[in-house]
């Protein structure tokens, strides 16, 4: 597996993360735990060393699953967590943000637990709270890094002047914000922080949660533990109107001998060098498909076509619940 590094932090990590949500929160029911354990382990023995979990997902389940399936394998990983959210201490429900210094401090220790680790190898804040300076969140996680407790800084969802305030403080190695062929907000102003600071870039729902992958029809339903069910972008209106991406993406693979989502992740690699996408993965065929995306090669003539065809089409539905929006920065 190819490797990059984020950035000018030093961090590399294998080129394809692994977005481990879907395996127990937010995409349907979570899966069994045996299998979900054997995935992640299969995924390092194909090359993958960058794993991606939170607090909040679950919550807390996810950071336990991924903990006990890689701490057989904690010197071949790098494991990234979250922090950042408030949850109902009753319910474990999101209730709002917070990025208190002494919050953030008492998540790490309590996913330090979960992880079965002694460090938080990249330690994100999930999202950005209006209530506490992107100095002082940048501050605490730069006490925590000379604790020893954590290696790199990152934020999940910033915007660029917050990013630029952050990192001012202590260096960003990594920004997480949802980015794909149909996401393309990054590119305004956040790509080109990232780039000029030498951050490195960590696309979430690289396949637009499952959209490109060519798997989702217009007939599709979602459980309503599923997250895409509160997403105007997967109602069924605009599910049948944005399916010209996947068509689009369907001819342009069918002549690369690829599938969508080898092309939707080929063109996210093929982007920058410092940028790392994570895509959710919940089977081994769907592990293999998303790796032989390394392999694609898209020449400057296809990016162009490729960006040129998406140019026409138009986006239907916002890619978040209102709520979630909310709590993204522009």
């Not at 637009?208 to 533990?225: E, P, Q, R, V």
């Not at 020449?299 to 929006?325: H, Y």
Request: proline share 6%; aromatic share 6%; hydrophobic share 45%.
């Amino acid at each position: 597996m190819e490797t990059r590094k984020l950035g000018k932090s030093g961090l590399e990590v294998s080129a394809l993360g692994f977005g481990s949500m879907g395996l127990s929160f937010g995409l349907g029911p979570a899966a069994d735990k045996r299998e979900a354990i054997a995935l992640m382990r299969a995924a390092v023995e194909h090359g993958v060393t960058f794993f991606d979990t939170a607090e909040a997902y679950g919550p807390f389940t996810n950071e336990q699953l991924v903990g006990e399936a890689l701490a057989p394998l904690r010197d071949q990983v790098v494991i990234a967590t979250k922090f950042g959210f408030a949850l109902d201490p009753a319910t474990g429900a999101t209730v709002g943000v917070n990025s208190q210094p002494a919050h953030i401090r008492e998540v790490v220790e309590a996913s330090l637990e979960r992880l079965k680790v002694d460090a938080i190898d990249l330690l994100y804040q999930h999202r950005v709270d209006p209530g506490v300076s992107p100095e002082d969140v940048a501050d605490t996680v730069k006490q925590l890094i000379q604790e020893g407790k954590v290696k790199y800084f990152g934020l999940s969802e910033a915007g660029a002047e917050t990013i630029r305030r952050a990192h001012a403080v202590h260096p960003v190695a990594a920004v997480q914000n949802q980015y794909s062929l149909w996401t393309r907000e990054p590119e305004a102003e956040v790509l080109p922080v990232c780039e000029e600071l030498g951050i490195g870039f960590v696309p979430w729902g690289p396949l637009g949660t499952g959209f490109l992958t060519g798997k989702i029809d217009a007939n599709a339903k979602f459980d309503s533990t599923d997250l895409r069910s509160t997403f105007p972008r997967f109602a069924p209106e605009a599910l049948k109107a944005n399916l010209a991406f996947v068509d689009m993406l369907r001819g342009f693979a069918a002549r690369k001998q690829a599938t969508p989502a080898q092309i939707a992740l080929a063109w996210l690699l093929a982007r920058k060098p410092w940028i790392v996408p994570i895509p959710g993965i919940n089977k081994l065929e769907h592990l293999k498909e998303n790796l032989a995306s390394v392999d694609v090669v898209l020449t400057p003539d296809d990016l162009r076509e490729i960006d040129s065809a998406a140019s026409k089409i138009e986006v239907t539905g916002a890619r978040l619940s209102e709520g979630l929006l909310q709590l993204s920065e522009k």
